[in-house]
C-alpha cells in the first residue's frame, strides 16, 4: 500500500520559513519524480515544485522561484520543501505527489499516480 505522509505545516508570520516534509512507504522511491502542489481556499490546485527520480533537475512555479526549494533523500524515501520569505499568498493545503514513467514530468496533475493527504501552511501578515 503505498502512503505519502506530508509534515511541517503550520503558521507563521510572513517573513519566516518552513520545511516540509514528505515521507513515502510502499513505493520504490527513487523510481518516482515527485512534486509539491498546493490548493488555497476557493482556488484550483496548482504546482509549486517538481523535482526528478535523481534530484537533478528541478522547476518551479513563477510564485515561487528563488523562495522554494525542492529536495529529496533517496535513501530515506522523503521529499522535502524547503520554504523562505514566506508570504500571506503561500497560505494553501500543500500537498505531495509521486508520479512513475521516465525521470521527470510536468504540474499535470494525471501525471502523478499517489497523492498525500496534506499538511495546512498558514502564512500571516
Known amino acids: 500500500q503505498v502512503q505519502l505522509v506530508e509534515s511541517g505545516g503550520g503558521s507563521v508570520q510572513a517573513g519566516g520559513s518552513l520545511r516540509l516534509s514528505c515521507a513515502a512507504s510502499?513505493?520504490?522511491?527513487?523510481?518516482?519524480?515527485m512534486g509539491w502542489f498546493r490548493q488555497a481556499p476557493g482556488k484550483e490546485r496548482e504546482g509549486v515544485a517538481r523535482?526528478?527520480?535523481?534530484?537533478?533537475?528541478?522547476y518551479y512555479a513563477d510564485s515561487v522561484k528563488g523562495r522554494f526549494t525542492i529536495s529529496r533523500d533517496n535513501a530515506k524515501n522523503t521529499l522535502y520543501l524547503q520554504m523562505s520569505s514566506l508570504k500571506p499568498e503561500d497560505t494553501a493545503m500543500y500537498y505531495c505527489?509521486?508520479?512513475?514513467?521516465?525521470?521527470?514530468?510536468?504540474?499535470?496533475?494525471?501525471?502523478?499516480?499517489?497523492w498525500g493527504q496534506g499538511t495546512q501552511v498558514t502564512v500571516s501578515s
Open positions: 510502499g513505493v520504490t522511491f527513487s523510481s518516482h519524480y
Open positions: 505527489a509521486a508520479g512513475y514513467g521516465g525521470s521527470y514530468a510536468g504540474f499535470r496533475e494525471w501525471e502523478y499516480s499517489y
Open positions: 523535482i526528478s527520480t535523481s534530484g537533478g533537475r528541478t
